[in-house]
Structures are given as C-alpha cells and as structure tokens.
C-alpha cells in the first residue's frame, strides 16, 4: 500500500508504480467518485474507455428505434391528411351563399 501527501495547494502524487501501471501519462484525466468514506480514482485512458465500451448496449440500435419512430410519425401525418381531405358528409352542412 502506497502513501501519499497532499500539499498545501491541494495536489497529491500517484506513486510511480500505480501511474506505470495503471498507463496515467502527463494530461491523462482522472475521475474521482466519492463512496461512502472513502474517495476512489479511476485514469480515463484509452484502456479504460474500451473496457466500458458497450457495457450499457440495448437490445435494439439507435438506428431501428429511429425508423420506428419515423414510421409512426408518417402514419399519424397520413391519417392526418386523410381526415383534412375527407369531404364533409353532414346532411345538416349547408354551403354559404355568396348575397350580392
């Protein structure tokens, strides 16, 4: 278990050790995650980064729920233009005429 110090600036160094091998290199970002008492630290490297990657991963791609969508939105415009160009039935309707 390694040590460490913080300074007066509020800096601390990771060991030589943990930075070789965890492959933190200088401007490599690192996320802190509060956890109870204790204050976790993960380096965001590249490493990283792919071993999360997809690990949220739904059953269906982005693309497909997208199409779905756009089907449905141009079903609801169809039946829209449908019903705006269906002639009025009501035998009640009596046309305005034109008074000169």
């Known amino acids: 278990m390694d040590s460490v110090y913080e300074t007066t600036k509020g800096r601390i160094v990771i060991p030589a050790r943990l930075r070789r091998k965890l492959g933190i290199k200088p401007g490599t970002k690192v996320c802190f995650i509060e956890h109870g008492s204790e204050i976790l630290f993960q380096p965001l490297t590249k490493q990283y980064i792919r071993s999360i990657c997809g690990i ?14 756009r089907k449905k939105d141009r079903e609801r415009e169809q039946a829209k233009r449908q019903m705006l160009s269906t002639p009025c039935t009501d035998l009640n309707f009596k046309p305005l005429l034109a008074t000169s």
Do not use: G, H, P
């Not at 949220?56 to 969508?69: F, Y």
């Open 56 to 69: 949220l991963k739904d059953t269906t791609s982005a693309t497909a729920e997208l199409l779905i969508d």
